[in-house]
């Protein structure tokens, strides 16, 4: 629709390639793609090789993500292509569908501050969202320069994932924010999430040389306020894009039970050397997580931590298939009475 300003990117600058080039119909030749940098109430603002645009959607703008890849008439987000690396959460509050956060996604940098913060539970939570995306995850420890033993804290990161990179990062000093370069390069895409004040928007300023509006901590409880309002994709000086979110208060897992799997193998791994298959490691004979318990091999708190995602995955997973259901009941009850209506009309 409107194009307001012309960049100098090609699509390949933007993140295009074969994934996507892959999908189009031969009838889809004349479309433009475009990358969606923000999702309005009504309006999706992109990005292609011509510029800036706001366009239509045609479906509910709820469909569409931030980082997704789109094809326009120039007026209209006509079809929106099958992204890779799709973050997603069950829509915050008591309603049972899949909200979609982020689309296109390299690397989820989870963001946590090394103080109050630090949180082991969700930092297993975030690590699920990335298995279950199918994007890689890094852990961001920020605020190093507020703690003495910052060291420690890469330290539990490591004990909870020791396959996934950590990085000690003073968001407000460029020299240390250096340290995020290798994900933040040409062709890439990072989304950061955490809870709020962490300094997401901070990091961000510091990748793209931007002035977003930060905001400042109340001492106390290590708790900040929403700065950041809506979820948008930036470029990093360094030619790849960013995605900042405001913090998510709610962060429901669902359909995810891969992404558990794969974020607690070590405890999956332990469960099928149990005597029982169905064991629910309490007081089993031959129980293997027990006895790794008993034998200091097992940190009974990522026992538990594991059974709330397990559990909290099923309650969310039944609540949106029983939605799901309900929602295709009644769309057949509608295209029924439509039908009825049709046949009266036809046999006047
Ligand atoms: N000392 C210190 N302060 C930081 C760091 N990162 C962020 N801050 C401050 O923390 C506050 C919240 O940062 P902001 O980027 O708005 O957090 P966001 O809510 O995650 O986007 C701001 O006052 C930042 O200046 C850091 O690494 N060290
Ligand atoms: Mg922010």
Redesign the pocket.
Known sequence: MTQTTMTDLTLADIGWGDHFSDQLDPGEALLQPARVTEVQRDRLRAMSDTGLHLLIPSEHAGSYAVGDWVLSDGTHALRRLEPTGLLTRKAAGHVSYTQRIAANVDTLGI?T?CNADFNAARIERYLTLAAAAGCTPLIIL?????VVEAEDFLRQAAEIAPDVQARL?????PDSVAALHPWCGAGQTIALL???????????NALTGERA?????REDDAK?R???THRSLVRTGLGGWLI?TP?MRELQLADMQEGIEEVFDDLVALANQCKFRNCGHEAEPGCAVRAAIEDGALDPARLERWRKLEAEDARNSESIARQRARNKAFGKMVKGAKKAKAGRRGGR
């Open positions: 963001v501050s920020t605020k190093p320069d507020l990062v003073n968001s407000k000093d955490g809870s709020s004040g962490v300094g997401k928007t901070t990091l961000r509006a930060t905001q400042d901590i900040g929403h700065t950041t900042d913090g």
